[in-house]
């Protein structure tokens, strides 16, 4: 009896010709049976956004597989509920997202397109993986680290992920023999620190580009930043409750019912 | 001796001429010193989107207030860091985001322009809140719950909020005296059951315009969309920490690492 191949779709956010997600569906061929939706163009830095006020389209995109794949004039979110409401037309039994070209470690989960994307599969109850290089340029290698990609899907395709959870993945940008093993931490803690660099256009107006570079203020060794700082593949399983159930218990003493 | 009155920082993401952010205006002025920084244009629905590719432009903004606005050509987020790093050019005590037109209950929040600002702020640790009303309508009625807004942030100027930490508070759509109080829950579980709305242009193209409603797969009396539906204002403290820990012991068990 021959077992039925996984149903897998595939998106990102860099936009379908990237050479991320071309990594990422030649990896993903050897698993199953794949469809590819995503973005006619770069959708970075998106986060969750998801398009309401102006409809979508689909168009057919040529390439060399075999495979169907579809560009989408949306967000990395429109990609999967097209992907599974239209052009699936059922649930998968995996999405995965990326590679993306640039890490989505501690709290760049919050501004990624990529992880919006796994983000949207657990809303919906789909087992998903976001896979990010850390390294943002457009010629980085994504050679070397296929492996791990695969051990790690072929895991959730076996155990499955528990409900509202996805896996957020970050990969050290090194050649294969260089990187370490798999860690699986949780979200450190960090932020931008942000400069605005301030010009003045040719009709006398200022604007402003922003630049910044990323504050790591967790040194610890169970976090994803140390994991990546260390040439390990960080693993960060994910949830879309955002509650804080310690602040709960903390402001349910405020009395902020009392009007008296 | 008088205490400094203090400084807040107002944005939303329906827009700077929305009713629900002139309304807030109203209620933040009898608090404190007030800045506005809000969307030019509607940016509803954009998550937790930044401007990255592109450059920003703020504007005067002409209002009969005596206290400056400006416009800004991003995105809520965009508006939460142009505020403090440039017109500000310090934190401020509290940054206040909304009021949304349109519940960001359950899962809402993670589409949220309104919540990714107040989430920015937790990230940079300043305290924040999101406030939104039940009712997406540009014609709801924002009067009669104003006391309630007041006293959330006189609460949490004195009080605090724990690191990485906002609020997302829900106001039902109700005249003030049909609404019972305030409650302290957590994010309740829902989806949106989507259906997208196929159509054919003049050139025979197809194209969809995303529609469906929220289904709560949740009904314990501990969320929000429980207080929202038995006509209390819900209080969710959220934080930007989305590791789901019971799933990283869990994925720990699995060996992801042997390769054996």
Redesign the interface.
């Known amino acids: 009896m021959t077992k039925k191949k996984p149903l897998i779709l595939i998106t990102n956010d860099d936009g379908i010709t990237a050479p991320g997600i071309r990594k990422l569906i030649s990896v993903m061929q050897k698993i199953g049976d794949i469809v590819v939706v995503a973005p006619d163009k ?1 959708q ?10 102006s ?4 168009h057919p995109f040529s390439s060399e597989n075999r495979h169907p794949e579809y560009s989408c004039t949306g967000t990395s ?2 990609c999967v ?2 992907g599974v ?2 052009v699936l037309g059922r649930k998968p039994d995996l999405i995965v997202s990326g590679i993306n070209h640039g890490s989505n470690a501690s ?1 760049n ?3 990624s397109g990529t992880m ?1 994307a796994a ?1 949207e599969a657990a ?3 789909i087992p998903a993986i976001g896979f990010s290089l850390n390294n943002y340029s457009i010629g980085a290698s994504f050679d070397g680290f296929e ?1 791990y990609i695969e ?2 899907c072929l ?1 959730v395709l076996e ?1 499955g ?2 409900p ?2 996805c ?1 957020n993945v970050n990969i050290p940008d090194l050649n294969g023999s260089e990187i370490r ?7 450190g ?1 960090g ?2 620190n ?3 660099d ?2 003045t256009d040719p009709f006398k ?6 630049t910044g570079f990323f504050e790591n203020v967790d040194t610890d060794e169970d976090t994803d930043i140390w994991a990546l700082n260390n040439n390990y593949i960080a ?14 218990r ?3 003493q ?1 009395g ?2 009392n ?1 008296n």
């Open positions: 770069p970075s830095g998106m986060g969750h956004a998801v398009t309401v006020t409809p979508l389209m689909l979110v429109d509920k097209m409401k239209i709290v989960i919050l501004y919006a983000l809303i919906e109850d492996k051990k790690i895991m155990k992920l528990p509202a959870t896996l093993g798999i860690r699986i931490v949780r979200q803690r932020f931008w942000e400069k605005y301030a010009r107006r200022n604007y402003y580009w922003l693993v960060v399983p994910v949830h879309i409750d955002m509650t804080s159930y310690p602040a709960l903390q402001i349910e405020w902020l019912d009007f």
